[in-house]
């Protein structure tokens, strides 16, 4: 049973159109069933929650990458679910990564079904799939228990990365059981038109403990979800069943 | 090392940049490179590169080391280490093959490792060469 969760983005009038020749042609795959729209009343926990309850097997989300991500720490817990996606809105390099078209198209690999696995990254119980962003960096992050670091540049920023960071264009392979701590420092120099950044180190590991010994720092799982330290951080091998396409980068 | 345009995953490889500091028994079975700071041991089955900024207070133990910054400690290699005018190290030195260019600081005890060979034979390729042209003699 399939079960489609619009994000509320969807609900501006230029989507319209889009929606309307997806709708159609999900009907014509036979891939249908209960469709949801996020709204501010409308708990996406909540949705997931009972989704599962009636028995759906296949949790669709449509929207951009953003809504993957909040979406993914709440189907994270239920191992059979087979979580789908229908890339509409701005951003989409998440779906290219998995090889999904935006639109239309991506309606056809939905109805193929062709499955993967993926690891999540877990932190204090909460799954994250592209990168947990640590918002200050006076933390020692002690990797597998062996070793720790620390930054020595107060402007570094610190990223555990599973997926990867989109908005940085750095991928990891989200397949190999392993969690990567990233430190990435702005770049100097003018540019106005986008951010830049320079990736300075990189640790790979299985297990982490962030700690910060003056305060409790915010942690930022998928740019969304709030942990704060000290944290456990882990691989979760294999954890998300998520539907690719043939011309997928990972 | 990293792809930022083009939207690939990169295998991991453990990589201390200029802006970190490490502490702790740093164990790794890929490449490894060294830009920063790192205190304790270090070991790795493959190579290490070490830059000219990186400043090890470390045991190092790997198959190749590449080296341009300051080690103090002993390291261990079992295939090739070779030292950039930069380089510089202050311990004991195990290695089957060593290269120092003009300018590198090795203060310790060196020692040349042969690589056993599984025949039992010493460069079975070059003594094969010399028999040959004393046979043509």
Redesign the interface.
């Known amino acids: 049973m399939y079960h489609y969760i619009y994000d509320s983005f969807l609900s501006d009038k230029r989507y319209e159109n889009d929606l309307s020749l997806i709708e159609a042609r999900i009907l014509a795959l036979g891939i249908n069933g209960r469709m949801d729209k996020l709204t501010i009343l409308k708990n996406l926990k909540e949705i997931v929650e009972d989704s599962v309850k009636r028995g759906a097997e296949t949790l669709v989300v449509i929207g951009d990458d953003m809504t993957l991500g909040k979406v993914i720490s709440y189907v994270a817990p239920f191992r059979k679910v087979i979580l789908g996606y229908i890339p509409l809105g701005p951003k989409q390099s998440i779906a290219r990564l998995l090889g999904i078209p935006g639109g239309l198209a991506a309606c056809d690999i939905l109805s193929k079904r062709m499955v993967k696995k993926f690891d999540l990254g877990k932190v204090n119980e909460k799954y994250f799939l592209f990168s947990l962003n640590v918002t200050k960096n006076n933390v020692v992050i002690e990797c597998d228990g062996n070793y720790n670091f620390k930054t020595v540049v107060p402007s570094s920023l610190l990223r555990i990365c599973n997926l990867g960071l989109p908005e940085e264009g750095v991928f990891f392979n989200p397949g190999d059981g392993l969690l990567e701590a990233v430190v990435v420092n702005r770049s100097t120099g003018w540019n106005f038109f986008k951010k830049s950044y320079k990736k300075d180190s990189i640790f790979p590991f299985k297990k982490a403990k962030i700690k910060c010994e003056t305060e409790c720092v915010p942690l930022l799982l998928d740019g969304q979800t709030v942990v704060k330290t000290p944290a456990a951080v882990e691989i979760a091998p294999g954890r998300l069943n998520i539907i690719v396409g043939k011309d997928r980068k990972i | 090392?990293?792809k930022?345009?083009q939207?690939?995953?990169?295998?991991?490889?453990?990589?201390?940049?200029?802006?970190?500091?490490?502490?702790?028994?740093?164990?790794?079975d890929?490449d490894v490179v060294i830009e920063?700071?790192l205190t304790?041991t270090l070991k790795t089955s493959k190579n290490v590169k070490i830059g000219a900024s990186a400043r090890i207070k470390a045991d190092v133990e790997a198959t190749n080391i590449f080296q341009a910054g300051e080690i103090r400690g002993n390291v261990k290699v079992s295939e090739k280490l070779q030292l950039k005018s930069t380089a510089k190290i202050f311990g004991n030195v195990e290695a089957n093959i060593l290269s120092v260019d003009e300018g590198g600081i090795l203060n310790g005890k060196c020692q040349m490792m042969k690589k056993e060979n599984p025949a039992g034979e010493q460069n079975p390729d070059l003594f094969a060469s010399e028999d040959k042209k004393k046979n043509k003699k």
């Open positions: 090392m990293f930022s345009d939207e690939t995953y990169k295998e991991a490889e453990t990589v201390i940049g200029p802006s970190v500091k490490v502490e702790g028994n740093f164990a790794s890929g920063g700071q304790g």
